[in-house]
Protein backbone atom coordinates (compact mmCIF):
# COMPACT_ATOMS: atom_id res chain seq x y z
CA UNK A 1 0.00 0.00 0.00
CA UNK A 2 1.69 3.25 -0.80
CA UNK A 3 1.92 6.07 1.37
CA UNK A 4 -0.91 8.16 -0.36
CA UNK A 5 -3.75 5.45 0.09
CA UNK A 6 -2.44 5.33 3.93
CA UNK A 7 -2.79 8.69 4.48
CA UNK A 8 -5.87 9.46 2.35
CA UNK A 9 -9.25 10.24 4.35
CA UNK A 10 -11.73 7.68 2.89
CA UNK A 11 -14.72 8.94 0.53
CA UNK A 12 -18.02 9.63 1.15
CA UNK A 13 -21.26 9.22 -0.63
CA UNK A 14 -22.92 12.59 -1.18
CA UNK A 15 -19.95 14.16 0.90
CA UNK A 16 -18.49 17.27 -0.39
CA UNK A 17 -15.30 19.04 0.16
CA UNK A 18 -14.85 23.07 0.91
CA UNK A 19 -11.04 24.28 0.89
CA UNK A 20 -11.23 27.20 2.98
CA UNK A 21 -8.43 30.49 2.45
CA UNK A 22 -8.07 33.26 5.35
CA UNK A 23 -5.48 36.12 4.59
CA UNK A 24 -7.61 38.86 5.79
CA UNK A 25 -4.43 40.31 8.04
CA UNK A 26 -1.47 39.03 8.92
CA UNK A 27 -2.13 34.89 9.11
CA UNK A 28 -2.44 33.11 5.93
CA UNK A 29 -4.75 29.97 6.84
CA UNK A 30 -5.98 26.86 4.11
CA UNK A 31 -8.33 24.22 5.39
CA UNK A 32 -10.06 21.27 4.04
CA UNK A 33 -13.85 20.64 5.94
CA UNK A 34 -15.82 17.66 4.95
CA UNK A 35 -19.60 18.17 4.80
CA UNK A 36 -21.23 14.94 4.61
CA UNK A 37 -24.93 14.34 3.39
CA UNK A 38 -26.19 14.09 6.75
CA UNK A 39 -24.21 15.48 9.91
CA UNK A 40 -21.94 18.19 11.54
CA UNK A 41 -18.58 19.11 8.97
CA UNK A 42 -15.42 18.03 10.10
CA UNK A 43 -12.05 19.53 9.27
CA UNK A 44 -9.94 16.95 7.68
CA UNK A 45 -6.53 19.53 7.23
CA UNK A 46 -5.59 22.86 8.06
CA UNK A 47 -2.45 24.59 8.21
CA UNK A 48 -1.37 28.10 9.30
CA UNK A 49 1.46 30.70 8.84
CA UNK A 50 1.72 33.37 11.22
CA UNK A 51 3.75 36.56 10.22
CA UNK A 52 4.61 37.74 13.90
CA UNK A 53 8.66 37.30 13.19
CA UNK A 54 8.11 39.71 9.82
CA UNK A 55 5.92 42.54 11.59
CA UNK A 56 8.04 42.85 15.15
CA UNK A 57 10.60 44.65 13.76
CA UNK A 58 7.58 47.02 12.66
CA UNK A 59 5.85 47.10 16.09
CA UNK A 60 2.42 46.27 14.19
CA UNK A 61 1.34 45.00 10.81
CA UNK A 62 2.59 46.50 7.73
CA UNK A 63 -0.12 45.82 5.07
CA UNK A 64 1.88 46.19 1.91
CA UNK A 65 4.56 43.25 3.16
CA UNK A 66 1.37 41.25 5.04
CA UNK A 67 0.06 41.13 1.39
CA UNK A 68 3.28 39.94 -0.46
CA UNK A 69 3.77 37.00 2.68
CA UNK A 70 -0.03 36.23 1.80
CA UNK A 71 1.01 35.53 -2.03
CA UNK A 72 4.21 33.43 -0.69
CA UNK A 73 2.09 31.27 1.34
CA UNK A 74 -0.96 30.65 0.29
CA UNK A 75 0.24 27.82 -2.87
CA UNK A 76 2.47 26.03 -0.56
CA UNK A 77 -0.43 25.40 2.16
CA UNK A 78 -2.94 24.60 -0.01
CA UNK A 79 -0.56 21.60 -1.20
CA UNK A 80 0.25 20.93 2.50
CA UNK A 81 -3.69 20.98 3.03
CA UNK A 82 -4.71 18.84 0.83
CA UNK A 83 -1.42 16.17 0.93
CA UNK A 84 -1.88 15.94 4.81
CA UNK A 85 -6.02 15.07 4.12
CA UNK A 86 -5.04 12.48 1.47
CA UNK A 87 -6.94 14.37 -1.39
CA UNK A 88 -6.60 15.83 -4.73
CA UNK A 89 -7.25 18.81 -5.86
CA UNK A 90 -9.80 17.96 -8.16
CA UNK A 91 -11.94 16.59 -5.65
CA UNK A 92 -12.85 20.31 -4.06
CA UNK A 93 -16.24 20.79 -4.47
CA UNK A 94 -16.54 24.54 -3.29
CA UNK A 95 -13.78 26.82 -2.95
CA UNK A 96 -14.29 29.39 -0.26
CA UNK A 97 -12.36 32.57 0.88
CA UNK A 98 -12.47 35.39 3.49
CA UNK A 99 -13.75 38.28 1.55
CA UNK A 100 -13.89 40.76 4.10
CA UNK A 101 -13.52 43.05 6.80
CA UNK A 102 -10.24 42.85 6.57
CA UNK A 103 -6.53 44.39 4.49
CA UNK A 104 -7.90 45.19 1.51
CA UNK A 105 -4.75 44.06 0.11
CA UNK A 106 -4.46 40.84 1.86
CA UNK A 107 -8.06 39.97 0.99
CA UNK A 108 -7.41 40.31 -2.59
CA UNK A 109 -4.49 37.71 -1.95
CA UNK A 110 -6.61 34.97 -0.64
CA UNK A 111 -9.65 36.31 -3.62
CA UNK A 112 -7.38 35.97 -6.17
CA UNK A 113 -6.23 32.69 -5.31
CA UNK A 114 -9.60 31.43 -4.41
CA UNK A 115 -10.73 33.10 -7.80
CA UNK A 116 -8.06 31.29 -10.28
CA UNK A 117 -8.24 27.73 -8.28
CA UNK A 118 -12.21 28.08 -9.02
CA UNK A 119 -12.02 28.52 -12.43
CA UNK A 120 -8.82 26.29 -13.12
CA UNK A 121 -10.82 22.98 -12.07
CA UNK A 122 -13.95 24.57 -12.66
CA UNK A 123 -15.60 24.56 -9.20
CA UNK A 124 -17.87 27.37 -7.78
CA UNK A 125 -16.95 30.06 -5.25
CA UNK A 126 -18.22 31.38 -1.61
CA UNK A 127 -17.07 34.39 0.03
CA UNK A 128 -17.31 34.05 3.79
CA UNK A 129 -17.39 36.80 6.41
CA UNK A 130 -14.44 36.83 9.04
CA UNK A 131 -16.76 37.39 11.83
CA UNK A 132 -19.39 34.54 10.94
CA UNK A 133 -16.05 32.21 10.57
CA UNK A 134 -15.46 33.34 14.22
CA UNK A 135 -18.58 33.25 15.61
CA UNK A 136 -19.27 29.87 14.07
CA UNK A 137 -15.40 28.44 15.14
CA UNK A 138 -16.57 26.73 18.52
CA UNK A 139 -18.54 24.40 16.53
CA UNK A 140 -15.24 22.80 15.63
CA UNK A 141 -14.49 21.98 19.14
CA UNK A 142 -14.97 18.85 20.96
CA UNK A 143 -18.42 21.01 23.01
CA UNK A 144 -20.02 22.32 20.27
CA UNK A 145 -22.96 24.99 21.49
CA UNK A 146 -26.41 24.77 20.32
CA UNK A 147 -28.47 27.58 19.12
CA UNK A 148 -29.41 30.54 20.44
CA UNK A 149 -26.77 31.83 22.01
CA UNK A 150 -25.00 34.85 23.10
CA UNK A 151 -21.31 35.30 21.56
CA UNK A 152 -19.07 37.48 22.56
CA UNK A 153 -16.61 38.29 19.89
CA UNK A 154 -13.47 39.85 21.39
CA UNK A 155 -10.39 40.14 18.96
CA UNK A 156 -7.53 43.04 17.52
CA UNK A 157 -9.97 44.86 15.62
CA UNK A 158 -13.43 43.68 17.02
CA UNK A 159 -15.71 43.40 20.19
CA UNK A 160 -19.33 43.16 20.09
CA UNK A 161 -21.87 41.21 21.89
CA UNK A 162 -24.17 39.02 19.24
CA UNK A 163 -27.63 37.23 19.52
CA UNK A 164 -27.42 34.16 17.49
CA UNK A 165 -30.35 32.02 16.84
CA UNK A 166 -28.75 30.75 13.94
CA UNK A 167 -26.34 30.27 10.75
CA UNK A 168 -27.01 34.21 9.22
CA UNK A 169 -29.96 35.03 12.11
CA UNK A 170 -27.30 37.84 14.07
CA UNK A 171 -28.52 40.39 16.61
CA UNK A 172 -26.09 43.16 16.99
CA UNK A 173 -26.59 43.66 20.98
CA UNK A 174 -23.10 45.51 21.90
CA UNK A 175 -20.38 46.99 20.58
CA UNK A 176 -16.98 48.99 21.04
CA UNK A 177 -17.14 53.03 20.45
CA UNK A 178 -13.75 53.34 19.93
CA UNK A 179 -10.77 50.55 20.66
CA UNK A 180 -11.55 46.84 20.77
CA UNK A 181 -10.37 44.86 23.36
CA UNK A 182 -7.13 43.01 21.82
CA UNK A 183 -6.59 47.15 20.43
CA UNK A 184 -6.55 48.19 24.21
CA UNK A 185 -3.90 45.00 25.42
CA UNK A 186 -1.73 45.74 21.99
CA UNK A 187 -1.55 49.32 22.60
CA UNK A 188 -1.34 49.51 26.32
CA UNK A 189 1.81 46.75 25.87
CA UNK A 190 3.12 48.83 22.80
CA UNK A 191 3.42 51.54 25.64
CA UNK A 192 5.12 49.49 28.24
CA UNK A 193 7.56 48.90 26.14
CA UNK A 194 6.64 44.67 25.13
CA UNK A 195 7.20 43.41 22.04
CA UNK A 196 4.37 43.00 19.35
CA UNK A 197 2.13 41.23 19.37
CA UNK A 198 1.63 43.06 22.48
CA UNK A 199 -1.68 41.16 24.28
CA UNK A 200 0.04 37.73 24.62
CA UNK A 201 3.14 39.28 26.22
CA UNK A 202 1.20 41.81 28.30
CA UNK A 203 -0.89 38.54 29.58
CA UNK A 204 2.34 36.42 30.72
CA UNK A 205 3.68 39.55 32.35
CA UNK A 206 0.16 40.17 34.15
CA UNK A 207 0.91 36.34 36.11
CA UNK A 208 3.51 37.85 37.93
CA UNK A 209 1.84 41.31 38.96
CA UNK A 210 -1.75 42.39 41.69
CA UNK A 211 -4.62 42.98 39.63
CA UNK A 212 -5.05 45.94 42.46
CA UNK A 213 -2.45 47.62 42.28
CA UNK A 214 -3.10 50.39 40.00
CA UNK A 215 -6.52 51.89 39.47
CA UNK A 216 -7.44 51.92 36.13
CA UNK A 217 -10.93 53.14 34.80
CA UNK A 218 -13.34 50.21 33.59
CA UNK A 219 -15.51 52.50 30.80
CA UNK A 220 -18.74 52.10 30.10
CA UNK A 221 -19.06 49.11 33.06
CA UNK A 222 -22.54 50.71 34.16
CA UNK A 223 -23.57 52.62 30.72
CA UNK A 224 -27.10 50.45 31.10
CA UNK A 225 -26.29 49.10 27.34
CA UNK A 226 -24.18 46.51 26.18
CA UNK A 227 -21.69 48.35 24.18
CA UNK A 228 -17.85 48.71 25.03
CA UNK A 229 -14.96 51.57 25.07
CA UNK A 230 -11.38 50.95 25.50
CA UNK A 231 -9.56 54.42 24.54
CA UNK A 232 -9.63 55.47 28.23
CA UNK A 233 -8.31 52.34 29.82
CA UNK A 234 -5.56 52.80 26.97
CA UNK A 235 -4.58 56.84 27.97
CA UNK A 236 -4.94 55.73 31.60
CA UNK A 237 -2.10 52.89 31.11
CA UNK A 238 -0.18 55.94 29.49
CA UNK A 239 -0.49 58.17 32.05
CA UNK A 240 0.68 55.67 34.64
CA UNK A 241 3.89 55.03 32.59
CA UNK A 242 4.35 59.32 32.47
CA UNK A 243 3.91 59.45 36.02
CA UNK A 244 6.96 56.53 36.48
CA UNK A 245 8.86 57.96 33.99
CA UNK A 246 8.54 54.35 32.06
CA UNK A 247 7.44 56.26 28.97
CA UNK A 248 9.16 55.64 25.87
CA UNK A 249 11.93 53.56 28.13
CA UNK A 250 12.48 49.77 26.38
CA UNK A 251 14.83 49.24 29.15
CA UNK A 252 12.48 50.52 31.80
CA UNK A 253 11.27 46.61 31.90
CA UNK A 254 14.89 45.30 31.40
CA UNK A 255 15.27 46.76 34.95
CA UNK A 256 14.69 44.31 37.64
CA UNK A 257 13.96 47.28 39.90
CA UNK A 258 10.60 48.14 37.33
CA UNK A 259 9.76 44.77 36.78
CA UNK A 260 7.41 44.10 39.35
CA UNK A 261 5.79 47.79 39.14
CA UNK A 262 5.34 47.38 35.47
CA UNK A 263 4.27 43.77 36.11
CA UNK A 264 1.50 44.60 38.89
CA UNK A 265 0.35 47.64 35.78
CA UNK A 266 0.14 45.10 33.74
CA UNK A 267 -2.11 43.03 35.90
CA UNK A 268 -4.35 45.70 36.84
CA UNK A 269 -4.97 46.58 32.91
CA UNK A 270 -5.74 42.72 32.02
CA UNK A 271 -8.25 43.11 35.40
CA UNK A 272 -9.67 46.02 34.11
CA UNK A 273 -10.32 44.71 30.71
CA UNK A 274 -11.78 41.14 32.26
CA UNK A 275 -13.90 42.76 34.19
CA UNK A 276 -15.63 44.75 31.39
CA UNK A 277 -16.10 41.74 28.86
CA UNK A 278 -17.72 39.71 32.10
CA UNK A 279 -20.00 41.74 33.10
CA UNK A 280 -21.10 43.08 29.82
CA UNK A 281 -21.16 39.51 28.85
CA UNK A 282 -23.41 38.61 31.97
CA UNK A 283 -25.40 41.69 30.94
CA UNK A 284 -26.28 40.34 27.44
CA UNK A 285 -27.39 37.11 28.90
CA UNK A 286 -29.21 38.22 31.45
CA UNK A 287 -31.23 40.33 28.93
CA UNK A 288 -31.48 37.58 26.49
CA UNK A 289 -32.47 35.24 29.07
CA UNK A 290 -29.90 32.98 27.45
CA UNK A 291 -27.82 30.42 29.32
CA UNK A 292 -25.32 29.45 26.41
CA UNK A 293 -22.51 31.65 25.95
CA UNK A 294 -19.79 31.55 22.79
CA UNK A 295 -16.40 33.27 23.16
CA UNK A 296 -14.72 33.55 19.82
CA UNK A 297 -11.74 35.31 18.61
CA UNK A 298 -8.21 35.79 19.61
CA UNK A 299 -8.52 37.43 22.52
CA UNK A 300 -10.80 34.45 23.70
CA UNK A 301 -7.45 32.85 24.29
CA UNK A 302 -6.87 34.54 27.09
CA UNK A 303 -6.43 32.53 30.32
CA UNK A 304 -7.47 35.29 32.97
CA UNK A 305 -10.88 35.79 30.59
CA UNK A 306 -11.89 32.30 30.21
CA UNK A 307 -11.16 31.51 33.98
CA UNK A 308 -13.26 34.14 35.16
CA UNK A 309 -16.09 33.51 32.47
CA UNK A 310 -16.43 29.88 33.28
CA UNK A 311 -16.55 30.62 37.07
CA UNK A 312 -19.03 33.21 37.11
CA UNK A 313 -21.01 31.47 34.42
CA UNK A 314 -20.70 28.07 36.24
CA UNK A 315 -22.46 29.79 38.94
CA UNK A 316 -25.59 30.70 36.72
CA UNK A 317 -25.62 27.80 35.39
CA UNK A 318 -24.48 29.12 31.71
CA UNK A 319 -22.63 27.38 29.57
CA UNK A 320 -19.77 28.61 28.23
CA UNK A 321 -18.26 27.48 24.89
CA UNK A 322 -15.26 28.65 23.20
CA UNK A 323 -13.30 27.26 20.14
CA UNK A 324 -9.98 25.02 20.35
CA UNK A 325 -6.80 27.38 21.66
CA UNK A 326 -4.93 26.58 17.86
CA UNK A 327 -8.45 28.18 16.03
CA UNK A 328 -8.93 31.46 18.38
CA UNK A 329 -6.51 33.25 15.71
CA UNK A 330 -7.48 33.75 12.04
CA UNK A 331 -7.16 29.98 10.54
CA UNK A 332 -8.56 28.92 7.42
CA UNK A 333 -10.69 25.99 9.26
CA UNK A 334 -13.57 28.60 10.74
CA UNK A 335 -13.70 30.34 6.73
CA UNK A 336 -14.31 26.17 5.45
CA UNK A 337 -16.67 25.52 8.34
CA UNK A 338 -18.78 28.83 7.79
CA UNK A 339 -19.31 27.78 4.50
CA UNK A 340 -20.63 24.50 5.17
CA UNK A 341 -22.64 25.72 7.32
CA UNK A 342 -23.97 27.93 5.10
CA UNK A 343 -24.92 25.25 2.46
CA UNK A 344 -26.19 23.25 4.93
CA UNK A 345 -28.39 25.60 5.67
CA UNK A 346 -28.98 26.54 1.96
CA UNK A 347 -27.93 30.26 2.57
CA UNK A 348 -24.70 29.81 0.54
CA UNK A 349 -25.08 32.16 -2.49
CA UNK A 350 -22.36 30.21 -5.17
CA UNK A 351 -20.86 31.39 -7.80
CA UNK A 352 -18.87 30.29 -10.57
CA UNK A 353 -17.75 34.17 -11.77
CA UNK A 354 -14.80 35.06 -10.38
CA UNK A 355 -14.90 38.39 -8.30
CA UNK A 356 -12.25 40.63 -6.40
CA UNK A 357 -15.38 42.36 -4.80
CA UNK A 358 -13.74 42.24 -1.47
CA UNK A 359 -15.26 44.06 1.20
CA UNK A 360 -12.28 45.61 3.69
CA UNK A 361 -15.66 47.21 5.71
CA UNK A 362 -18.31 44.78 6.11
CA UNK A 363 -21.04 44.94 9.40
CA UNK A 364 -21.97 41.41 10.48
CA UNK A 365 -25.45 42.43 11.27
CA UNK A 366 -25.56 43.22 7.56
CA UNK A 367 -26.11 38.95 7.02
Known amino acids: MSEREVCASP ?9 GVESSCDETGLALVALPETGAPVLLAHALHSQIDMHQAYGGVVPELASRDHIRRVVP ?6 SEAGRRIDEIDVVAFTRGPGLAGALLV ?9 VAIDRPLLGVHHLEGHLLSPFLSVDPPEFPFVALLVSGGHTQLMRVDGVGRYTLLGETVDDAAGEAFDKSAKLMGLPYPGGPHLARLAE ?12 MLHSGNHDFSFAGLKTAVRTHLVRQGWLDRPDALADPANRAALADLA ?11 LKKSLGALKATGLKRLVVAGGVGANRQLRGHLDQACGRRGVRVHY ?8 NGAMIALAAAMRMQTGQATLTREPSFDVKPRWDLAAL
Not at 77 to 82: D, E, G, S
Open 11 to 19: LVPGERLIL
Open 77 to 82: LARQVL
Open 110 to 118: GAGMACALG
Open 208 to 219: EGRTDAFELPRP
Open 267 to 277: ASAQAAIVEVL
Open 323 to 330: PELHLCTD
